[in-house]
């Protein structure tokens, strides 16, 4: 298992790159919140990975952030939800947001990601609301400590350019 590599971007889009690691191409696929956090093509990165055996294939994924990595390996574990529509998922929401969705079972933010319908979304809240709690306290659903109330809007946004 491969579960992190450090070397020096040799090209990255929005959901691929190629890290060289003394010589070696890796090619591997990620969100888009993970394209934001890399540095320029020649510098060097470190990504966090998760490495998906297939009977067709051997595929890396790479996580800028180690929530991000484990959103990932717990949505690949409900049905219907592959790693494709998993990296869009967390392509299309941030952390916070996702967990918040989650939280207040909101199918509807849920569903306008590509890949996730009706049944697909009730499927996450269900499998997956208990679980990122435990995993995953320091979000609390999006919802700041003691408060009942979600984050609003704004306050989202501040966060998210301070990250």
Not at 14 to 27: A, Q
Not at 76 to 87: D, E, H, Q, R, S
Not at 117 to 122: F, I, Y
Not at 132 to 146: H, T, V, Y
Request: include cysteine.
């Amino acid at each position: 298992m491969i579960a992190q590599l450090s070397g020096t971007i040799i090209s990255a889009n929005l959901t691929e790159l190629v890290l060289d690691v003394n010589g070696v191409g890796y090619h591997m696929f990620i969100p888009m919140s993970t394209y934001d956090a890399l540095p320029r093509a020649g510098e060097r990165a470190t990504l966090l990975t998760v490495m998906l055996v297939r009977e067709d294939a051997i595929t890396l994924y790479g996580f800028a952030k180690e929530q991000e990595k484990k959103i990932f390996e717990l949505l690949i574990t409900v049905n219907g939800i592959g790693a494709k529509t998993a990296l869009n998922i967390l392509s299309s929401m941030n952390i916070p947001s996702f967990c918040t969705a989650l939280a207040q079972g909101d199918i509807k933010a849920l569903k306008k990601i590509n890949g996730v319908g009706p049944k697909s979304a009730e499927r996450m809240i269900v499998e997956l609301r208990d679980k990122i709690d435990k995993m995953m306290p320091e979000f609390s659903f999006g919802l700041p400590a003691g408060s009942s109330e979600p984050v609003s809007q704004e306050l989202e946004d501040a966060l998210m350019a301070l990250e």
